[in-house]
């Protein structure tokens, strides 16, 4: 699965680090972000974290996040 951020839509409500924090992290000014990877906007997601990005993108308020099965 792939997976984009669009930190220009991000509130830092943090549901998506609470849902996924092996995945999600914030900027310092609260900005979505993936972890480990700070400039990246796409990922891919290992499969075990797949539920809880699915998870993340579909609470997002502010569709911050994306996800498209491969």
Not at 33 to 40: C, D, S, T
């Amino acid at each position: 699965m792939k997976c984009e951020i669009i930190p220009d839509r991000c509130i830092a409500c943090g549901l998506c680090q609470t849902i996924a924090p092996e995945i999600f992290d914030y900027t310092d000014d609260g900005l979505v972000l993936f972890v480990g990877e700070p400039e990246a906007t796409h990922e891919f997601i290992p499969e075990s974290q797949q539920d809880a990005v699915i998870q993340s993108a579909k609470r997002c308020p502010s569709h911050a996040i994306l996800y498209q099965n491969s």
